[in-house]
C-alpha cells in the first residue's frame, strides 16, 4: 500500500488487514493450531509436525511473529514460539466486530 494512502484508513483498519495478511496463509493457519493444541511449541518440532522444510517454517513464523500473533523466546540454540495472548485478543475482537456487522439479506441481493 502506498504511503500516500494509508492515512486515508483507520488506525483499526490497517490493524485488522495485518492480522488478515498473517492468516492469509495455510501453512501459518497451521502453525497457529499447532500453537493452540500445545500451547507452546519449539522451531524444530513445527517442522516435524508440518510438510515444510524448516527455512520455510521459519518464514511463516517470522510473518506470524511479524503481526503479532505469536511470540518467541529463545531458550539455548533454539526459539520457542507461543500464541501472544494480548495480541491474540485484539485480533479476535477485530475480526469479530467486522463479521458481526454482517446482517443477512432476507431476500436475493446477489
Known amino acids: 500500500m502506498g504511503a ?3 492515512t486515508e484508513y483507520s488506525s ?13 496463509h495455510p501453512a501459518r493457519i497451521a ?3 499447532l500453537l493452540l ?5 519449539i522451531c524444530g518440532d513445527i517442522v516435524n509436525e508440518l510438510p515444510l522444510s524448516q ?3 521459519s518464514q ?3 510473518e506470524l511473529k511479524a503481526a503479532g500473533l505469536i511470540k518467541g523466546d529463545i531458550e539455548g540454540v533454539s526459539v520457542c514460539y507461543c500464541i ?3 495480541e491474540w ?6 475480526l469479530n466486530r467486522l463479521f458481526d456487522k454482517h446482517v443477512p439479506c432476507n431476500n436475493d441481493c446477489c
Request: hydrophobic share 35%; net charge positive.
Open 4 to 6: 500516500s494512502k494509508i
Open 12 to 24: 483499526k483498519e490497517i490493524l485488522l488487514a495485518k492480522y488478515a495478511k498473517a492468516l492469509s
Open 31 to 33: 502453525i497457529l493450531e
Open 37 to 41: 493444541k500445545k500451547q507452546s511449541c
Open 55 to 57: 527455512s520455510t517454517v
Open 60 to 62: 511463516h513464523l517470522k
Open 84 to 86: 501472544d495472548d494480548k
Open 89 to 94: 485478543t485484539k485480533a479476535k475482537t477485530l
